[in-house]
């Protein structure tokens, strides 16, 4: 267990709706990432969140946007899917957020019909 | 751009042999170079990192070694077990680069009985 936790574990909806995912990270990392892991392939990069504030943008659309909170938990919201929004969404967590180790969480399974 | 090349993108060897795995990276102000190992339908874990003031590390049948002026690093694994099957991903950090970790596309790692 990494000590990073998300929610929910699987998500299915329909195309064009809007879903949210959370994520908390280990106790005492300030740094928050997302990754959106489509199946059989590698992990892409969207968006770091560091005490606070966005640290860096990765290939993330527009139709989805993030935050992270003051408790540091953080929010991927995902808005007007569609089928090949399906993937395995997974937060990762960090000290600092600058060249060190990133805990990932167990993920989050999204089926877009 | 910053950009980090993987290979094999699958590997098959024999329960008992080696397995090395090849990254090269194009940015040679990267210092930290992480390997995470992702089994079927779980989380990146990370198994082994290492600095680019170090040549080589090892933890126990797992080796990385970094070759900064050809701007590669290959992590090796020895005596090759079942529980070795997975996908392995190598990553770079690159300073300049919005502080993000560039990831390599991925290994499967296929180990036969």
């Known amino acids: 267990d990494s000590g990073v936790t998300q929610t929910p574990k699987h998500l299915i909806t329909a195309t064009g709706q809007r879903v949210t995912l959370r994520c908390s990270p280990r106790s005492g990392d300030l740094s928050v990432y997302w990754y959106q892991q489509s199946l059989d392939q590698g992990l892409q990069f969207l968006i770091q969140y560091y005490n606070g504030e966005e640290r860096a943008k990765g290939n993330i659309l527009e139709r989805f946007s993030a935050q992270q909170f003051p408790d540091l938990h953080s929010e991927l919201n995902l808005s007007s899917l569609e089928l090949g929004d399906s993937a395995l969404y997974f937060c990762?967590?960090?000290?600092?957020?600058?060249?060190?180790?990133?805990?990932f969480g167990p993920g989050t399974r999204l089926l877009v019909l | 751009g910053e950009n980090v090349e993987q290979h094999p993108s699958t590997l098959s060897v024999q329960e008992g042999d080696s397995a090395v795995i090849k990254c090269t990276y194009s940015d040679s102000a990267s210092n930290y170079f992480p390997w995470y190992k992702q089994e079927l339908g779980k989380r990146p874990q990370l198994i082994i990192d290492i600095r680019s003031n170090v040549g080589e590390k090892k933890d126990q049948r797992i080796a990385v070694t970094l070759n900064k002026t050809a701007k590669h690093f290959s992590l090796h694994i020895t005596e090759t077990q079942p529980e070795d099957s997975a996908v392995y991903f190598c990553a770079a950090y690159f300073w300049g680069s919005n502080y993000q970790l560039i990831w390599g596309a991925g290994t499967k790692l296929i180990i036969k009985p």
């Open positions: 990762a967590s960090s000290v600092q957020g600058a060249g060190e180790t990133q805990y």
